[in-house]
């Protein structure tokens, strides 16, 4: 498992098995693959995607293609 750096917080990149609350869905700004969510504070990759998530320079990047992970919030009409 590789560690993510959220915000100011740590976070342990694991793949998605359970429920919380979701704060933020990450997309790849060059494919637009969606690699994971932001659950209860934690980076939650997301298992169908084809690889491992990386992080180079202190940034996720995409499992697939290797493009920058951005973070897209869910508002309270779409929480899942």
């Known amino acids: 498992m590789a560690s993510a ?5 740590t976070s342990v990149v694991s793949p998605l098995h359970r429920r919380g609350v979701v704060q933020a869905d990450l997309s ?3 494919c637009g693959r969606m690699v994971g969510q932001i659950i209860d504070g934690r980076v939650v990759h997301r ?6 998530l ?6 996720l990047r995409c499992c697939g293609c290797g ?3 951005y973070r897209e919030p869910v ?4 929480a899942r």
């Not at 750096?5 to 917080?9: A, D, F, L, M, R």
């Not at 508002?75 to 779409?78: E, Q």
């Open 28 to 30: 790849c700004l060059m």
């Open 67 to 69: 493009g920058s992970v």
């Open 5 to 9: 750096v959220v915000g100011q917080q």
């Open 47 to 52: 298992s169908g995607c084809g690889g491992q």
């Open 54 to 59: 990386r992080i180079e320079r202190g940034m």
């Open 75 to 78: 508002s309270p009409l779409t």
